[in-house]
């Protein structure tokens, strides 16, 4: 069973800076896309930015300019840095994995790791 473990999440005052990080137990070329998504309290989860195979990534409009997403495949980590932190961000950070088999049946796979809680202080 493929497990994602966060790490890097803590308390910060507004205008600072924190890397998230997210280690894979298996080879992380092996997904096609990997994630970082946040949910806070009483509200849905929401995409914050991906990060595919080939190093393509993409931001949540909230995201862009603040935040840049990035992997390390010898490592098997991928990372959030998270600049100029807001209020606004207060989240429980969640990395996100999936993959789907290259041959039919085409199973895609899904995984999510326990989450690193972000707080930004005004």
């Known amino acids: 069973q493929v497990q994602l473990v966060e790490s890097g999440g803590g308390l910060v005052q507004a205008g600072g800076s924190l890397r998230l990080s997210c280690a894979a137990s298996?080879?992380?070329?092996?997904?096609?896309?990997m994630a970082w998504y946040r949910q806070a309290p009483g509200k849905q989860r929401d995409l914050v930015a991906t990060i595919t195979t080939d190093g393509t990534t993409n931001y949540a409009d909230s995201a862009k300019g603040r935040f840049t997403i990035s992997r390390d495949n010898a490592k098997n980590t991928v990372y959030l840095q998270m600049n100029s932190l807001k209020p606004g961000d207060n989240a429980v950070y969640y990395c996100?994995?999936?993959?789907?088999?290259?041959?039919?049946?085409?199973?895609?796979?899904?995984?999510w790791g326990q989450g690193t809680q972000v707080t930004v202080s005004s």
């Open positions: 298996e080879r992380i070329f092996t997904f096609n896309r």
């Open positions: 996100y994995a999936t993959r789907t088999t290259p041959y039919p049946p085409f199973i895609k796979s899904d995984y």
